[in-house]
């Protein structure tokens, strides 16, 4: 009888044992536990073009005190490769985005030499978590770093220290210009483990072709990736690289909210630069909360005062951000462009321009007119 029982009990704990064996073995166990643990991770991606804000907007998260950042990582990518083409380009910039957000900078390995430092990472000054502590000891962790004062004393650590700082954070941002179809990133929204959300910044074509004028040289390299010219340098006088990304955003757009695959649901949202510059609180505070992160008194008048402040000195620098009236700033095209220049870019930008709302206009007049309001209202996504 006792040795039934025995018996009994031994086959109990030795069946108990394979279940939990197996179970772990199969990793259903680590599965679930690491998946809880990503899970109350954030991971964002500000999808956007050159010359669209996008910078700006990048630092409304990057100061948030809960925010690790990165400011274009794909730079590397198109830097290393510059004689290849956006499109091939597309599956090296989807790895590189999955490793970062992921806080796996081994990634870098393939477009940076060794014996790396901080400082040798496009923008890492960008990033107020790579300039306060633990990351650099010059400046406590808190909201609203000055990055030109960062760069002067900070980011002179191994490269290794990136990923460490990483990971500390819950939230991770990332900001790409170097995206042209939504469907490379479907694997990276289907990862259960990354969490991924998608803030998608447009801006009016027209007052993105003529920030794009000021910067031609700075943005060479990247429209003959664009153009997929081979190096050659561009004469793009028929606005040929602005139609591929208008063409592309538009696109974009569309995937996500006609008819969006389930794994995009609740993970996508457009933002207007304009709509953030005439009604900041109320967008402000829907980006937040998109990225489940709080908007603190001090962020948001900080970026009130980025918006509408006046009084800081403009900077020449083409990517620095400074404080100015961005409502003025955002309409400045109108001053600047001429006529005809306004028709061949709404031409070649009609299915962005009619897809986020943008107004045509049809006469020098129309230009002139300031009371005439060129920003349709719109559907929220
Ligand atoms: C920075 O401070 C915030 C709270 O203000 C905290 O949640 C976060 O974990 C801190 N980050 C680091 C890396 O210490
Ligand atoms: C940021 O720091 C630089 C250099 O230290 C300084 O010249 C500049 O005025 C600072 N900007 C702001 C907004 O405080
Ligand atoms: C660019 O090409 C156009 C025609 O396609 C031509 O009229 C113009 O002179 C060219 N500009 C330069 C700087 O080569
Ligand atoms: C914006 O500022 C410029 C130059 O300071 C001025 O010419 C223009 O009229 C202003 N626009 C608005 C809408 O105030």
Avoid at 21 to 40: R, V
Avoid at 127 to 140: E, G, I, Q, Y
Avoid at 185 to 202: A, E, G, Q, T
């Amino acid at each position: 009888m006792l040795r039934i029982k025995l018996m009994d009990s031994v086959l109990a704990l030795l069946i108990f044992g394979q279940i939990l064996y197996l179970l772990l073995h199969q990793g259903k166990f680590g599965h679930w536990l690491s998946e809880e643990a990503e899970t109350d991770k954030v991971h964002l991606l500000i999808l956007s073009t050159w010359r669209s804000g996008s910078s700006l907007v990048g630092q409304f998260f990057s100061q948030h005190p809960n925010v690790f950042y990165m400011m274009e990582p794909s730079w590397h990518v198109w830097r290393t490769l510059s004689g290849s083409n956006a499109r091939v380009l597309h599956m090296a910039v989807r790895d590189l985005l999955q490793s970062v957000l992921k806080c796996d900078m081994s990634v870098f390995d393939a477009y940076m030499k060794g014996n790396r430092k901080v400082l040798d990472l496009f923008f890492w000054y960008a990033s107020r978590a790579l300039c306060t502590l633990p990351a650099c000891d010059k400046f406590p962790n808190v909201s609203i770093v000055n990055a030109t004062a960062c760069s002067d004393v900070c980011g002179n650590d191994p490269f290794e220290k990136v990923e460490q700082v990483c990971g500390l954070y819950r939230c991770i941002v990332v900001k790409e210009v170097r995206l042209f179809d939504l469907k490379v990133l479907y694997p990276l929204l289907k990862d259960p483990s990354l969490n991924l959300k998608i803030l998608h910044l447009v801006r009016d074509p027209r007052a993105v072709a003529r920030s794009r004028m000021q910067v031609v040289k700075e943005l060479d390299i990247d429209s003959s990736i664009v153009l997929n010219t081979k190096g050659t340098k561009i004469n793009d006088s028929e606005y040929d690289v602005l139609h591929e990304i208008c063409q592309s955003h538009a696109e974009m757009f569309k995937m996500a909210t006609n008819d969006p695959p389930p794994f995009l649901k609740g993970r996508y949202m457009l933002l207007r630069y304009e709509d953030l510059v005439q009604d900041t609180l109320r967008k402000v505070q829907e980006i937040y909360k998109f990225a489940s992160l709080e908007a603190t008194d001090k962020l948001v008048q900080w970026i009130i005062k980025i918006l509408h402040g006046q009084g800081l000195p403009k900077s020449n620098e083409a990517f620095d951000i400074t404080s100015r009236n961005a409502l003025n700033v955002s309409q400045a095209w109108r001053n600047m462009l001429p006529f005809q220049a306004v028709k061949e870019i709404q031409d070649v930008c009609m299915d962005a321009m009619n897809s986020f709302g943008y107004k045509f206009i049809f006469s020098r007049a129309q230009q002139e007119d300031w009371s005439l309001n060129l920003l349709l209202p719109r559907l929220q996504f």
